[in-house]
T-cell receptor
Framework: DAGVTQSPTHLIKTRGQQVTLRCSPI?????VSWYQQVLGQGPQFIFQ???????GRGNFPDRFSARQFPNYSSELNVNALLLGDSALYLC???????????????FGEGSRLTVL | GQNIDQPTEMTATEGAIVQINCTYQ??????LFWYQQHAGEAPTFLSY????GLEEKGRFSSFLSRSKGYSYLLLKELQMKDSASYLC?????????FGPGTRLSVLP
């Protein structure tokens, strides 16, 4: 069974540019979350989408946006890139909105973004 | 904030037992999860606790005390492949709040 897939795996951008990252969840999973992981730190929550609707947003500026498509895949967009946006962007899927049950997240390998 | 704290680095010997602690100053979370992350790879789920007490899964066990704001992950019979970062995370429904992670090095 295919796991969570993300593309691209690595990319380099310059300040001010825009980037789009893509994610395909595990088949049957309807929830997709995005996390930013700066080197040496734990992942930080950006967005969660469930059934194509935004269900949660972390403390990130409006330059960050996302959407979920009818097939449950998702895109994360970041505009006006800053040096500080350099990080590993992780997509995670789960079958349900995480709650008190075993709402474990299944992570993709991530997209490593470098902003120069 | 949730102020989740973990030791930055730990070292242990192959075959030994190691306990990785996680402390936090918050409440109202649904559960506490532990993830393993090898360098350059995605985090993978290890264990979780909703209620206080010990949950055992093979060589890995996790403990939670909500009243003390404390959890730990216990790794037994350490293997070289256990060298990785270990992340504790609090679940709040729509999102997880992760700690900074503990980098464990297992030495022969």
């Amino acid at each position: 069974d295919a796991g969570v897939t993300q593309s691209p795996t690595h990319l380099i951008k310059t300040r001010g540019q825009q980037v789009t990252l893509r994610c395909s969840p595990i088949s049957g999973h309807k929830s997709v979350s995005w996390y930013q992981q700066v080197l040496g730190q734990g992942p930080q929550f950006i967005f969660q989408y469930y059934e194509k609707e935004e269900r949660g947003r972390g403390n990130f500026p409006d330059r960050f946006s996302a959407r979920q498509f009818p097939n449950y895949s998702s895109e994360l967009n970041v505009n006006a890139l800053l040096l500080g946006d350099s990080a590993l962007y992780l997509c995670a899927s789960s079958f349900l909105i995480t709650g008190a049950n075993t709402g474990e997240l299944f992570f993709g390998e991530g997209s490593r973004l470098t902003v120069l | 904030g949730q102020n989740i704290d973990q030791p930055t680095e730990m070292t242990a010997t192959e075959g030994a037992i190691v306990q990785i602690n996680c402390t936090y100053q918050t409440s109202g979370f649904n559960g506490l999860f532990w993830y393993q992350q090898h360098a350059g790879e995605a985090p993978t789920f290890l264990s979780y606790n909703v209620l206080d007490g010990l949950e055992e899964k093979g060589r890995f066990s996790s403990f939670l005390s909500r009243s003390k704001g404390y959890s730990y992950l216990l790794l037994k019979e350490l293997q070289m492949k256990d060298s990785a970062s270990y992340l504790c995370a609090l679940n709040y429904g729509q999102n997880f709040v992760f700690g900074p992670g503990t980098r464990l090095s297992v030495l022969p």
